[in-house]
């Protein structure tokens, strides 16, 4: 695990500068890699190009340092990530009589590549980016894992060509900050994060989970294409009892895959389903008791850390439980939130990265739950998208309306807490008779209604998922099957595993998430949708699974997930920082929301009225802007 820098720099400047240049890069991610470093430079005549990259060592620990060339030294590869099924893909290579002088999966994938080409970069099973110079191509390839996991940013200026894992790396090297993109902007006001191919800056972009990039040093362009071409089937005809086998031989197959290291590994457990399923799994592969972790929280409305110590206890594993007050979590905003390099108001980010803080103290790798509401069906969107279909065939547009005026404002509630409340808000303003209902179910920040209210009109984009219904060819979602694979494009690319990048980075702690997995996806992908979510019973496959693990009834216990108390922190610690964000000199200065809207917005919410994750959006972004255009 580790993240990686690269540039082309087509013009002459002097050698020491660019390679101080690429050292500057490596230096801004040394978290993600506090144990090594390793630089390339290759010098041609009317370009050069520079790649480096800061290890955390988990894998091959004495002969795995990067960069790692070909034997001829004509091909350099640096490496970001784990490839899970690296033993089996080295031992086909060695029949094939391919030499390797290292045990590191980077090695084979550069090996793989030698003999393969991009063909195959289908056949890795993992996470990761990596870049690849092919000096006898002249050509340079760039590449990001199935599900996204590892991030990959990349911008080609007027001089020179950059790529990175994190966008501080990039920002280092171009001499001013770039302006803000109109649709990084409207993406975050509604996601309350940017998916791919998207950032909040003009020029920069991420590449896309599953794809390519290749630069041709000849004409100095470049192109991106598909690794994994998708592949349209038909729901298989298989009995649900050989559904469930299939489905926990699957999953402990890829626990298993996801535990090969060379330096000690824990699991993160929460209580819930995934986390669960994934900790039994890991204690049925060790004759050692494995190492759990968990967090708990002194506010007893958000603690549900009795449901990790049941599991911990039924795997007699060596558990660690931290208990966190909201002071914990306050002192830890300004790094978490500035961290992401854009704007990101995920708020279980903040407890994310507590948890993998303390983990990191006693181990280096922690296998998490991540991953299992998109494979299986967990989320509550996709209870909401099935009410949405029966709501709009019964309750006529009009009554709806009435409705849910009257039901919204009792519903009003000064606690920022995802209770029920909550939830009956975000469905009623989730509802929709156009086909865009679940473009609005994803949006957590502000509604597509609300929005233009709050930014200035040349801020506004329109049609603003248009280029993802597209790429998934849906454009009108109707069914389980259809979210999930809109969530594996955005949600889950642009927010959790964004999350759990940055927070675990960050404390130098690699996340494995065995869930994400290509055999698996594509196995729950093929099963009838109500083997996922059978009634409004979500994970149903998993559940019954894994029954036989656990105590009966467990698995169907309600889980709340990572709540942070943020409405309240607004009106309290964070409230001087809020009050100077809506400052109406600093507001029309910058010049991107309607001052008197927003001022009002914020108000509110200061008075006791609950606006809490459009104010939080609001807040996160205006930290981010502090950082870049006004510190």
């Known amino acids: 695990m580790c993240g990686i820098n690269g540039f082309i720099s087509l013009k002459k400047d002097s050698a020491s500068q660019l390679r101080n240049d690429i050292t500057i890069m490596n230096d801004m991610i040394i978290h993600r890699g506090p144990d090594d470093d390793g630089e390339f430079v290759y010098e041609g005549s009317d370009f050069s190009v520079f790649m480096g990259m800061r290890r955390l060592s988990i894998i091959d620990l004495n002969s795995g340092k990067q960069p790692i060339s070909s034997d001829d030294k004509n091909i350099v590869i640096v490496f970001n990530g784990e490839i899970y099924n690296y033993r089996e893909l080295r031992e086909d290579l060695i029949k094939q009589g391919v030499t390797f002088s290292t045990n590191s999966d980077t090695e084979v994938i550069l090996k793989l590549y030698e003999t393969q080409g991009t063909d195959s970069f289908k056949k890795l099973d993992g996470m990761y980016g990596f870049s690849i110079y092919d000096k006898t191509k002249n050509k340079i390839f760039i590449a990001r894992d199935f599900f ?30 770039p302006g803000i993109d109109k649709t990084g902007l409207n993406l975050f006001f509604r996601l309350t994060y940017i998916p791919a191919p998207y950032t909040i800056y003009e020029n920069i972009h991420k590449l896309e989970a599953n794809h390519f990039l290749t630069y041709d040093l000849s004409t100095k362009s470049y192109e991106i294409e598909i690794i994994d071409k998708p592949v349209k089937k038909e729901k298989q005809k298989v009995s649900f009892d050989k559904a469930k086998s299939k489905v926990k031989e699957l999953v402990q197959e890829t626990v298993e895959s996801r535990s090969v290291s060379d330096v000690p590994i824990g699991t993160f457990l929460s209580g819930g389903v995934d986390s669960s399923v994934v900790s039994v799994c890991l204690s049925k592969m060790t004759s050692s008791k494995i190492n759990t972790f968990s967090i708990g929280f002194d506010k007893k ?21 931290f208990i966190l007050n ?4 306050e002192k830890n905003v300004n790094e978490v939130l500035l961290n992401f390099d854009e704007p990101f108001s995920d708020s279980s980010s903040l407890p994310s990265y507590l948890v ?19 494979v299986f069906g967990g989320y509550n969107k996709y209870y909401m998208g099935k009410i949405n279909h029966k709501y709009t065939n019964v309750i006529p547009e009009t009554v709806h309306r009435y409705l849910s005026k009257s039901i919204d404002f009792m519903m009003n509630t000064k606690s920022d807490k995802r209770g029920k409340r909550f939830k009956m ?3 009623l303003r989730a509802i929709d008779y156009s086909d865009n209902y679940y473009w609005d179910i994803i949006s957590l920040g502000f509604a597509s209604d609300t929005l233009s209210m709050y930014l200035l009109p040349e801020y506004i984009e329109t049609s603003l998922f248009d280029y993802y219904k597209e790429k998934t060819a849906i454009s009108s979602p109707k069914n389980l099957t259809e979210y999930r694979r809109i969530d594996r494009q955005i949600s889950l690319e642009g927010d959790m595993l964004v999350k759990v990048d940055r927070t675990s980075m960050l404390t130098s702690l690699e996340c494995r998430a065995p869930f994400l997995n290509k055999k698996l996806w594509s196995y729950t992908d093929s099963l009838p949708e109500d083997f996922l979510m059978k009634g409004w019973n979500k994970k ?39 009050e100077r964000y809506i400052e109406k000199d600093f507001l029309k200065t910058q010049n991107i929301f309607n001052v008197e809207a927003v001022s ?11 606006n809490t994750f459009m104010v939080w959006s609001f807040f996160c972004f205006q930290k981010w802007y502090m950082r870049n255009y006004h510190d």
């Open 148 to 177: 996204g996991e590892k991030p990959l940013y990349y911008t080609k200026q007027e001089d020179k060509f950059i790529w990175g894992s994190e966008l501080k790396s990039i920002l280092k090297l171009i001499k001013t900050v």
């Open 301 to 321: 409305s958000y603690d549900e850390s009795d449901k990790s110590r049941t599991v911990a206890k039924l795997i007699n594993s060596n558990h660690h439980e």
């Open 326 to 329: 909201e002071k914990d979590l």
């Open 356 to 374: 993998a803080n303390k983990t990191s103290e006693k181990v280096k790798v922690a296998l998490t739950g991540d991953g299992g509401d998109e």
């Open 425 to 427: 808000r975000r469905l």
């Open 540 to 578: 149903y496959i998993l559940k019954e699974a894994f029954a036989d693990e656990f105590p009966k009834g467990f698995l169907n216990k309600s889980k709340a997930g990572f709540g942070v108390p943020i409405g309240d922190w607004l009106r309290s610690s964070l409230r001087i920082d809020l």
């Open 600 to 610: 009002k917005l914020v108000t509110e919410h200061l008075n006791g009225k609950d």
